[in-house]
C-alpha cells in the first residue's frame, strides 16, 4: 500500500507542479489568466492530502471509511468542481481546457489505484459465503446500472462537443484559422439539449431491442417452485 501511495502521490504532485510552474504566455493567454492555473495545481494538493489521509484510515482499521472518502472527494472534485470550472476555463483560458481534462482524469486514475489496493489488503484472506448468481439482480443496482448509462452516453456526447469547442474557430488550432461567415460552435445549452435527446433515443432503441429479444422467451424471474395449478 505505500508503494501505491507514493505512485499516486507522484503523479498527482507532479501534475500539480507543472501547471503551477506553467507561463500563460506559452498558451498564448494574458498574465492573469494564471489564476486559473493556481486553483486547479491547488485541487490536486488537496487530493494528495486526502489520500495520505485514506492510507492512514487504512492502517487504523477504517479503509472502507477512508476508500468512502477518497472516492466521494474525487467525484465532488473531478465533476463538482473541475467540471463547473471548466465551463468558465473554455470561455476565459480555452488553451487551458486540456490540462484541466488531464487533472479530472488523473485524480479519478490515482482514485482507482489507492481503493483497488485497499481492497486487496481489505479482503485478503476472506472468507467465500456465497457465489455469483447471474441474472439475480436487485431494484438498485439496476437503476444505478441505467444511470450509469445514460451518464456515460450523456459525457461521450458532451465531451465530442468540448473536443470540438476547444479549437474554437481554427481548423488547426494556432496554424489555420477557419475566416468563413459560418464559421461558429453552438452554445452549450443547445448542445446539451442536442445530447440529451440523442441520449433518449439511443437508449429507447437498445431498449426495443431488448423487448424484442425477451419475447416468447419464459420469465427467468419467475418462481419454478410453485405448486401446480389443479385446474
Excluded at 75 to 93: D, P, W, Y
Excluded at 144 to 162: D, K, T
Aim: with cysteine.
Amino acid at each position: 500500500m505505500p508503494v501505491a501511495l507514493c505512485v499516486t502521490l507522484f503523479l498527482t504532485g507532479a501534475y500539480a507542479w507543472s501547471i503551477w510552474q506553467l507561463d500563460p504566455a506559452d498558451l498564448s493567454l494574458a498574465p492573469d489568466r494564471r489564476v486559473y492555473f493556481r486553483f486547479h495545481a491547488g485541487m490536486l494538493a488537496v487530493h494528495m492530502v486526502l489520500q495520505i489521509l485514506t492510507v492512514v484510515l487504512t492502517f487504523t482499521n477504517k479503509g472502507k471509511a477512508g476508500q468512502a472518502i477518497l472516492i466521494g472527494a474525487t467525484a465532488i472534485i473531478a465533476t463538482g468542481i473541475f467540471g463547473v470550472s471548466g465551463f468558465f476555463v473554455l470561455e476565459k483560458a480555452n488553451a487551458f481546457l486540456r490540462n484541466l481534462a488531464v487533472c479530472q482524469v488523473l485524480l479519478v486514475l490515482c482514485c482507482m489505484i489507492l481503493t483497488q489496493t485497499i481492497d486487496i489488503f481489505i479482503f485478503k484472506g476472506a472468507k467465500i459465503v456465497g457465489q455469483i448468481r447471474w441474472g439475480k439482480v436487485g431494484i438498485r443496482p439496476q437503476y444505478a446500472l441505467i444511470s450509469l448509462c445514460i451518464s456515460v452516453v450523456m459525457l461521450m456526447g458532451l465531451m465530442g462537443y468540448v473536443r470540438s469547442g476547444l479549437r474554437q474557430n481554427w481548423h488547426v488550432f494556432g496554424v489555420l484559422k477557419d475566416t468563413s461567415p459560418q464559421a461558429m460552435s453552438p452554445v452549450i445549452q443547445e448542445m446539451t439539449i442536442t445530447v440529451g435527446f440523442i441520449t433518449i433515443v439511443f437508449l429507447g432503441l437498445v431498449a426495443f431491442v431488448f423487448w424484442l429479444r425477451s419475447l416468447g422467451e419464459p420469465d427467468p424471474f419467475a418462481d419454478n417452485n410453485d405448486p401446480p395449478n389443479p385446474t
